[in-house]
């Protein structure tokens, strides 16, 4: 019901921990205050997190800094879900830099990269604690607090992004309860209003059958594409402008990236992987590893004409060390319209493998049935691959093989290559022509 907090205070000290998040709440910062006694901490307060607010010295009355220094390692490792959570700076409330410095190397050591912060920043907390007046200081806060996060324009590009999209979104909540005309806003008949308005919604986006088989996914299918064009439309903020211009400066000296680091980030933009995004196999776009029974002769024959080691060899052009580290997949293509209004009948699937990028080919040439994936990361183990996809080879099916393991899902723009390079080799037009 209620939105994570993006402001976090992490301190030992009851009475300083209220002032420091009274200050932020002053000023408008969606702050929520976790004072630490040693016991473990709920996670759910760091769910949101980007700015983590935290003693240096978290155990009262020890001075070692390898003990203080594991209570803020152990506080991350625990609360920090990288896979919702998100990026986060680390301010920590302190004036002794060179131990900011050691504690960089400490986490870096010790923390999975993907739950270290963005930055380890510092700032006193002192001068924001008491004035003359006995109050906090929250303005002095607000710009000290501006200017450590202004130090690096790339993060604050960041999260001046995710602050267009909260008000997108916020945006977009808008036009939706305006559908309701303003003598209809009854406070006592809003509601049912409302529920109209998204029932609307939901039928045209999906069908009156289907709505009630996912009533969030009908929702979703209506109002995405106004909360992106609302994004991508968006006025730039006075407060941010010129942000983009100092965070985005190698646009002509391009970082060297080997094919480890295209995949991951070809991963990002076109995959979605499990568990962090849902995945059935009758999704659009959902890849199904052909088990090793589906591999044998019979099965391949009946469902493909074609012996397995003859697909690998004379189809794709693998050798045999090739067709060993390779894996067959099912990619689930098909019609947007009628995954989303989930229409009955069978689902087309068509045949593709998972190569290693340095695995060579036996053909010199493109062939016209195959479509050809940007080099992708799915398994760190097994290596940067591209994804071969074959339009000649494609199946229909009712409901997948319970033994299909889904192994990931492409997203809608790669997916949609893949589908119209499938439907333009099957309606290719041809003509008998002289000479030949």
């Given at each position: 019901?209620?939105?994570?907090?993006?402001?976090v205070?992490?301190?030992?000290?009851?009475?300083?921990?209220?002032?420091?998040?009274?200050?932020?709440?002053?000023?408008?910062?969606?702050c929520?205050?976790?004072?630490?006694?040693?016991?473990?901490?709920?996670?759910?307060?760091?769910?949101g997190?980007?700015?983590?607010?935290?003693?240096?010295?978290?155990?009262?009355?020890?001075?070692?800094?390898?003990?203080?220094?594991?209570?803020?390692?152990?506080?991350?490792?625990?609360?920090?879900?990288?896979?919702?959570?998100?990026?986060?700076l680390?301010?920590?409330?302190?004036s002794?830099?060179?131990?900011?410095?050691?504690?960089?190397?400490?986490?870096?050591e010790?923390?999975?990269?993907?739950?270290?912060?963005?930055?380890?920043?510092?700032?006193?907390?002192?001068?924001?604690?008491?004035?003359?007046?006995?109050?906090?200081?929250?303005?002095?806060?607000?710009?000290?607090?501006?200017?450590?996060?202004?130090?690096s324009?790339?993060?604050?590009?960041l999260?001046?992004?995710?602050?267009?999209?909260?008000?997108?979104?916020?945006?977009?909540?808008?036009?939706?309860?305006?559908?309701?005309?303003?003598?209809?806003?009854?406070?006592?008949?809003?509601?049912?209003?409302?529920?109209?308005?998204?029932?609307?919604?939901?039928?045209?986006?999906?069908?009156?059958?289907?709505?009630?088989?996912d009533?969030?996914?009908?929702?979703?299918?209506?109002?995405?594409?106004?909360?992106?064009?609302?994004?991508?439309?968006?006025?730039?903020?006075?407060?941010?402008?010129?942000?983009?211009?100092?965070?985005?400066?190698?646009?002509?000296?391009?970082?060297?990236?080997?094919?480890?680091?295209?995949?991951?980030?070809?991963?990002m933009?076109?995959?979605?992987?499990?568990?962090?995004?849902?995945?059935?196999?009758?999704?659009?776009g959902?890849?199904?590893?052909?088990?090793?029974?589906?591999?044998?002769?019979?099965?391949?024959?009946?469902?493909?004409?074609?012996?397995?080691?003859?697909?690998?060899?004379?189809?794709?052009?693998?050798?045999?060390p090739?067709?060993?580290?390779?894996?067959?997949?099912?990619?689930?293509?098909?019609?947007v319209?009628?995954?989303?209004?989930?229409?009955?009948?069978?689902?087309?699937?068509?045949?593709?493998?998972?190569?290693?990028?340095?695995?060579?080919?036996?053909?010199?040439?493109?062939?016209?049935?195959e479509?050809?994936?940007?080099?992708?990361?799915?398994?760190?183990?097994?290596?940067?691959?591209?994804l071969?996809?074959?339009?000649?080879?494609?199946?229909?099916?009712?409901?997948?093989?319970?033994?299909?393991?889904?192994?990931?899902?492409?997203?809608?723009?790669?997916?949609?290559?893949?589908?119209?390079?499938?439907?333009?080799?099957?309606?290719?037009?041809?003509?008998?022509?002289?000479?030949?």
């Amino acid at each position: 019901m209620f939105s994570a907090a993006r402001y976090v205070v992490v301190d030992d000290e009851e009475d300083q921990l209220r002032m420091l998040v009274d200050s932020l709440h002053s000023i408008g910062a969606p702050c929520v205050g976790v004072h630490y006694t040693g016991k473990p901490l709920n996670p759910r307060a760091f769910a949101g997190v980007r700015l983590l607010f935290s003693d240096l010295y978290l155990i009262s009355g020890n001075s070692s800094q390898k003990v203080q220094f594991a209570a803020i390692e152990a506080m991350l490792r625990t609360n920090i879900d990288p896979t919702t959570g998100g990026p986060y700076l680390l301010i920590l409330w302190t004036s002794h830099d060179e131990q900011v410095g050691a504690l960089r190397a400490y986490l870096r050591e010790r923390l999975e990269p993907a739950k270290l912060p963005l930055a380890v920043l510092e700032l006193d907390k002192k001068p924001f604690l008491v004035k003359g007046d006995g109050k906090g200081d929250p303005e002095g806060l607000a710009k000290a607090v501006h200017a450590q996060v202004n130090s690096s324009p790339e993060i604050r590009a960041l999260i001046s992004w995710e602050g267009d999209v909260l008000a997108a979104a916020g945006a977009t909540l808008v036009t939706v309860t305006d559908l309701i005309a303003a003598e209809e806003r009854d406070l006592d008949g809003f509601a049912e209003k409302l529920n109209g308005i998204l029932s609307l919604l939901a039928v045209a986006s999906a069908g009156k059958p289907n709505v009630p088989l996912d009533r969030r996914g009908a929702i979703n299918n209506a109002l995405a594409p106004i909360l992106a064009d609302r994004i991508m439309n968006a006025r730039e903020r006075p407060e941010v402008a010129g942000i983009w211009d100092q965070a985005i400066t190698r646009d002509n000296n391009l970082p060297v990236m080997d094919d480890a680091q295209i995949g991951r980030m070809n991963r990002m933009l076109h995959i979605s992987m499990p568990p962090a995004e849902p995945l059935d196999p009758k999704d659009w776009g959902a890849v199904l590893l052909l088990p090793a029974g589906e591999r044998q002769d019979q099965p391949m024959m009946a469902r493909f004409g074609v012996k397995y080691a003859e697909l690998l060899s004379q189809v794709f052009h693998l050798d045999k060390p090739g067709r060993a580290r390779s894996r067959p997949v099912m990619v689930r293509i098909g019609a947007v319209c009628d995954h989303a209004q989930r229409k009955t009948g069978p689902l087309p699937y068509v045949l593709g493998v998972l190569v290693p990028v340095d695995v060579q080919r036996k053909e010199l040439e493109q062939l016209k049935s195959e479509f050809e994936s940007p080099i992708l990361l799915i398994d760190p183990a097994e290596g940067p691959v591209h994804l071969y996809v074959n339009a000649r080879f494609q199946i229909a099916l009712v409901a997948p093989p319970v033994e299909w393991t889904p192994l990931f899902r492409i997203r809608e723009q790669l997916l949609m290559m893949i589908s119209a390079h499938a439907a333009e080799y099957q309606t290719r037009p041809g003509i008998v022509k002289l000479p030949i």
